[in-house]
């Protein structure tokens, strides 16, 4: 089966200025979920998307950054305006449901900030 | 609040050594507890989880983990490791698969 896909893989932006990030799931996988990665530590969640709802949006810090699931299927995060501790790797994940399955990743896509 | 400890940040091992790698956690709720893997290069995978009964769970690739509860630790072992091995390895605690606290990760390097 396809795996879950990004775009773009890297992305090199000046601080201040905005970026989105495209993420496309499994097919028929309900959950998704962003997380971040900067250099050196493990993958936090921001943000996870039951269908086309927010189920947790706790650690998104909200006021920059912002993401949507409309139709429930493919989803973007967007930062603005970007600052220079949000250069990281940016990575979704999605899964059958909530419950005890699997989560696959995205190859993530790496955002430096100058 | 959750979180995971991963005590060794770098581990280089020639190759048929074992491997044992050191996942603690710190968690209030039902402990859920994975492994994940990330070849250079490639994306996170996940290596093998435990969420009820045997503490000792095998993964892929001839992977295996303990879940000690009274320690609070979920240990990563493999009693011969490949070249091929050669990755970053994540332990990751939470209520599922995907809503997970992941460790600062452990980047083994193993020598041919």
């Known amino acids: 089966e396809a795996g879950v896909a990004q775009s773009p893989r890297y992305k090199i932006i000046e601080k201040r200025q905005s970026v989105a990030f495209w993420c496309n799931p499994i097919s028929g996988h309900a959950t998704l979920y962003w997380y971040q990665q900067i250099l050196g530590q493990g993958p936090k969640l921001l943000i996870q998307?039951?269908?086309?709802?927010?189920v947790d949006d706790s650690q998104l810090p909200k006021d920059r950054f912002s993401a949507e699931r409309l139709k429930g299927v493919d989803s973007t995060l967007k930062i603005q305006p970007a600052k220079l501790e949000d250069s990281a790797v940016y990575l979704c994940a999605s899964s059958w449901g909530q419950g005890n399955t699997e989560a696959f990743f995205g190859q993530g896509t790496r955002l430096t900030v100058v | 609040a959750q979180s995971v400890s991963q005590h060794n940040h770098h581990v280089i091992l020639s190759e048929a050594a074992s491997l044992e790698l050191g996942c603690n956690y710190s968690?209030?709720?039902?402990?859920?507890l994975f492994w994940y893997v990330q070849y250079p290069g490639q994306h996170l995978q996940l290596l093998l989880k435990y969420f009820s009964g045997d503490p000792l769970v095998k993964g892929i690739k001839g992977f295996e983990a303990e879940f000690i509860k009274s320690k609070f630790s979920f240990n990563l072992r493999k009693p011969s490791v490949q070249w091929s091995d050669t990755a970053e390895y994540f332990c990751a605690v939470g209520p599922n698969a995907g809503k997970s606290t992941f460790g600062d990760g452990t980047t083994l390097t193993v020598k041919p």
């Open positions: 968690y209030g709720g039902t402990v859920n």
């Open positions: 998307f039951q269908n086309n709802g927010v």
